[in-house]
């Protein structure tokens, strides 16, 4: 089956306004599948506010700019925006604009009003807030301006002659000082002047001495690797018998453990003090028994005959 080409020129054509349809709102950040809804605003200044700025609550984006427009007749910027359909936007709201043209950040920033208002109904308008007359407030507070001005002026010339009094004084600590330092700077200027050979000397010395160093450290390098060798197995060997050393100490003081708790014959001849009693007691009493053997042997031979005790 064939079309013929007024038929693929008009899919083209669809095809063509879904995808910059969908390009557009992709670019302006509004969700492809989600309606939107239009609410209006105006501004004194619009402070650089463009077609495509981002709408944001609370610092999240939802919606975008649709046009910035001047009202002649208010002398207002009238904008036009888009929110998503999910974001209700209660009475009470205002508007306000945020961010820094020359960075390319600005955006419109909506301050939400109490949870229970009704929500702007789609074309409604939300306000901005009221702009403060700053030649009115500058106006205002003139006076207590002018007042403080005159009196931080009136310090500060006082302060300045003080200090110039206290600089041209002969006597005064700041003289004083400033004859100590230029004291110590010629006293210091002397000393250089007459160790500078001393110190060229020095520094030459010192140049030298590196020198030396570095053909020293040059020519001796197999022995210098093979010495950093040697030290490099010496602290591995000292890493492993650390070990090794701790691993005993865990040992020992796992045998130390077992011995206080009373485990095993030692814990229980430390922890036991009758069983020590009882081994000292059995103690004595075999001394005696030998004792009374060496003296009388016959009494415990007698019933024995030769061959059998030897």
């Given at each position: 089956?064939?079309?013929?080409?007024?038929?693929?020129?008009?899919?083209?054509?669809?095809?063509?306004?879904?995808?910059?349809?969908?390009?557009?709102?992709?670019?302006?950040?509004?969700?492809?599948?989600?309606?939107?809804?239009?609410?209006?605003?105006?501004?004194?200044?619009?402070?650089?506010?463009?077609?495509?700025?981002?709408?944001?609550?609370?610092?999240?984006?939802?919606?975008?700019?649709?046009?910035?427009?001047?009202?002649?007749?208010?002398?207002?910027?009238?904008?036009?925006?888009?929110?998503?359909?999910?974001?209700?936007?209660?009475?009470?709201?205002?508007?306000?604009?945020?961010?820094?043209?020359?960075?390319?950040?600005?955006?419109?920033?909506?301050?939400?009003?109490?949870?229970?208002?009704?929500?702007?109904?789609?074309?409604?308008?939300?306000?901005?807030?009221?702009?403060?007359?700053?030649l009115a407030q500058l106006s205002d507070q003139a006076p207590v301006l002018a007042a403080r001005t005159d009196s931080l002026l009136r310090s500060a010339n006082q302060t300045l002659e003080d200090a110039q009094t206290l600089f041209k004084?002969?006597?005064?600590?700041?003289?004083?000082?400033?004859?100590?330092?230029?004291?110590?700077?010629?006293?210091?200027?002397?000393?250089?002047?007459?160790?500078?050979?001393?110190?060229?000397?020095?520094?030459?010395?010192?140049?030298?001495?590196?020198?030396?160093?570095?053909?020293?450290?040059?020519?001796?390098?197999?022995?210098?690797?093979?010495?950093?060798d040697n030290v490099n197995r010496v602290l591995s060997q000292t890493e492993r018998n650390l070990v090794v050393l701790e691993r005993t100490s865990t040992n020992l003081d796992r045998i130390i453990q077992k011995i206080d708790e009373g485990?095993?014959?030692?814990?229980?001849?430390?922890?036991?003090?009758?069983?020590?009693?009882?081994?000292?007691?059995?103690?004595?009493?075999?001394?005696?028994?030998?004792?009374?053997?060496?003296?009388?042997?016959?009494?415990?031979?007698?019933?024995?005959?030769?061959?059998?005790?030897?």
């Open positions: 089956m064939k079309y013929s080409n007024e038929v693929k020129v008009g899919l083209s054509l669809v095809l063509a306004a879904l995808v910059f349809y969908f390009g557009i709102r992709y670019m302006q950040n509004i969700p492809l599948f989600q309606g939107s809804y239009v609410l209006e605003t105006s501004f004194a200044d619009a402070s650089g506010l463009g077609t495509g700025n981002p709408v944001r609550v609370n610092g999240v984006n939802v919606g975008t700019v649709e046009s910035v427009t001047l009202d002649p007749q208010a002398r207002r910027a009238r904008v036009r925006f888009r929110v998503d359909k999910s974001v209700q936007i209660p009475e009470g709201s205002t508007a306000s604009i945020s961010g820094v043209s020359a960075l390319g950040g600005v955006r419109l920033s909506i301050s939400l009003g109490a949870p229970d208002n009704a929500p702007i109904p789609p074309g409604g308008f939300v306000p901005s807030p009221p702009e403060e007359d700053i004084s002969p006597d005064s600590g700041v003289q004083t000082t400033l004859s100590s330092i230029r004291g110590s700077a010629d006293a210091l200027s002397t000393l250089l002047r007459e160790d500078l050979e001393q110190l060229n000397e020095v520094v030459a010395n010192t140049e030298l001495l590196t020198e030396e160093l570095g053909a020293l450290v040059r020519d001796n390098r197999d022995s210098l690797n093979a010495t950093v485990e095993g014959t030692i814990g229980r001849l430390v922890n036991d003090p009758s069983l020590y009693v009882r081994l000292d007691s059995a103690a004595t009493r075999l001394n005696t028994i030998l004792d009374d053997f060496q003296q009388q042997p016959g009494r415990y031979l007698k019933d024995m005959t030769l061959v059998r005790v030897f």
